[in-house]
Structure formats: structure tokens, C-alpha cells
T-cell receptor, first 118, second 114 residues
Framework: DSGVTQTPKHLITATGQRVTLRCSPR?????VYWYQQSLDQGLQFLIQ???????AKGNILERFSAQQFPDLHSELNLSSLELGDSALYFC?????????????????FGEGSRLTVL | QKEVEQDPGPLSVPEGAIVSLNCTYS??????FMWYRQYSRKGPELLMY????GNKEDGRFTAQVDKSSKYISLFIRDSQPSDSATYLC??????????????FGKGTKLSVIP
């Protein structure tokens, strides 16, 4: 158990709909990362928050948004869903703000939210 | 060319075999190199990390980095069925403005057959 909790585990919805994925980081971790994993693209970085503020942005679509709340939990909002958005969405947390010498690159991943768009 | 290239496999080996998993990269800014293991229906977990060129050993696992060739490897000795998982290489490099970027390979799916 990594200590990172993600809900829901599975979600099935229709094209054009909006969903919210939730993540609770490990106790004490200030950074939250969101990743999308699909068979053809692998693990793609979407966005990172550190202590409530956006820290880094990856290949996140404009239809997607995220935020980190004062209690450090985070939500990823996916709107106007398309078939191609079907994927596993992982949340990860770490103590450090970013990479570099203070960060060995150890992210603690949740078990993911599997989104199916029909 | 993608920044990190990793053969997706699948790779199937008999129990007890030595497994070699590899990644190549193109970004010279990558400084830290990691291997994550992902079991089916689970999130990735950090297996090994290394900073410098050379070898790092942890039990049956050895991580090798060759910065001059931009090539990293993970060796698994005496492979066990419990090693069956997807192995993802990952690298950290400075991306500017005080930010560091963690980039994953696509992962190699390994099956160890009893």
C-alpha cells in the first residue's frame, strides 16, 4: 500500500460528459502529480501541484483541469470526454517540490482510476 | 525521436533466467535514472534509482547506467514468477526555470514462466 488513495477505481461514462477524479496523497507529501496511462502512449505526465500551487504542466489537454486543495487532496476534472480519453489515470505524491538533488525521483503512486468513455 | 525509448516487449523467460531490460535516451540533461515496477492493476513503484554512470546492485537486481552511450539497463538474476510485471525506466532532467522533469519509458512487460 503506497498510502496514496484514488477514487473512483472504475468509471464508465459517455462521450461529452464530465468526470472528476480524486486523489489523497501520502501523509506529509506536498506534491501531487497526475499521469495518464494508455497502451500506446505509456505513462504521460499531465500536471503537478505543490502545496496548492501548480508547479509543472505536461501534455494536459485544455478540456482537463486540476487543483489541489488546502488539505492537499487533489482533483482532476475531465470534460467534453472523447473516446480517446479512455485510459488509466494515476495520481502520485512525493515530499519534494520538484526534481534535482533533493528528489530521487521516488513518486508514490495510487492504484489508478480506470476511465472508460463509451 | 522520443526522449526515452524502451522496447515494450512482451518478454517471456523461464524461471531462473537472467533478464536484461534496457532504455535509451536522447536528452543529455537527464541526471537521475530510475526503474519502476508495475504489477497488473496496480500503480508503478520505485524499484531502483541511480545518479552516476556505473552499476548499482540491490539483491537480485542490478541497475546499470552508461551516460556516454545514453543507455540504461536493469538486470534481474534468478528471475522468479513474482517478477512478472511491467518495468518502466524513468529519468529526471533539468527542464529550465528551476523545474525538473520526470520522463517515463513506455515500459517492458515481463513474464517469468515457472
Amino acid at each position: 500500500d503506497s498510502g496514496v488513495t484514488q477514487t473512483p477505481k472504475h468509471l464508465i461514462t459517455a462521450t461529452g460528459q464530465r468526470v472528476t477524479l480524486r486523489c489523497s496523497p501520502r501523509s506529509g507529501d506536498l506534491s501531487v502529480y497526475w499521469y495518464q496511462q494508455s497502451l500506446d502512449q505509456g505513462l504521460q505526465f499531465l500536471i503537478q501541484y505543490y502545496n496548492g500551487e501548480e508547479r509543472a504542466k505536461g501534455n494536459i489537454l485544455e478540456r482537463f483541469s486540476a487543483q489541489q486543495f488546502p488539505d492537499l487532496h487533489s482533483e482532476l476534472n475531465l470534460s467534453s470526454l472523447e473516446l480517446g480519453d479512455s485510459a488509466l489515470y494515476f495520481c502520485a505524491s512525493s515530499v519534494a517540490e520538484g526534481g534535482g538533488q533533493e528528489n530521487t525521483g521516488e513518486l508514490f503512486f495510487g492504484e489508478g482510476s480506470r476511465l472508460t468513455v463509451l | 525521436q522520443k526522449e526515452v525509448e524502451q522496447d515494450p516487449g512482451p518478454l517471456s523467460v523461464p524461471e531462473g533466467a537472467i533478464v536484461s531490460l534496457n532504455c535509451t535516451y536522447s536528452n543529455s540533461a537527464f541526471q537521475y535514472f530510475m526503474w519502476y515496477r508495475q504489477y497488473s492493476r496496480k500503480g508503478p513503484e520505485l524499484l531502483m534509482y541511480t545518479y552516476s554512470s556505473g552499476n548499482k546492485e540491490d539483491g537480485r537486481f542490478t541497475a546499470q547506467v552508461d551516460k556516454s552511450s545514453k543507455y540504461i539497463s536493469l538486470f534481474i538474476r534468478d528471475s522468479q514468477p513474482s517478477d512478472s510485471a511491467t518495468y518502466l525506466c524513468a529519468m529526471i532532467g533539468y527542464s529550465g526555470a528551476g523545474s525538473y522533469q520526470l520522463t517515463f519509458g513506455k515500459g517492458t512487460k515481463l513474464s517469468v514462466i515457472p
